[in-house]
């Protein structure tokens, strides 16, 4: 009895478990299936690919932020002359 209880505490702990990938906005179902194709049945192999896919995304993003960031220090410089 004990023993059953224990283990009954341990999957209701494991599956109340979050992680920080929880908490990570990323884009929405319909655009990453689209990036990637056809949604697979392993969940784990898709959190990682989706994982992966917003890493990448965010750093396009970074590096267009970036660009922009020298463009718009070059206008101002520009314009202040």
């Known amino acids: 009895m004990y023993e059953r209880s224990h283990f009954v505490k341990e999957i209701n702990k494991c599956r109340d478990f979050r992680t920080a ?7 929405s179902d319909q655009e990453f299936y689209r990036a990637i194709g056809t949604p697979t049945d392993d969940k784990h192999a898709l959190t990682i690919a989706r994982l992966e896919h917003e890493t990448k995304s965010r750093q396009t993003l970074l590096e267009e932020l970036e660009k922009l960031k020298v463009l718009n220090a070059k206008k101002k410089k520009t314009i202040s002359i």
């Open 21 to 27: 990938a929880d908490d990570i906005e990323m884009v």
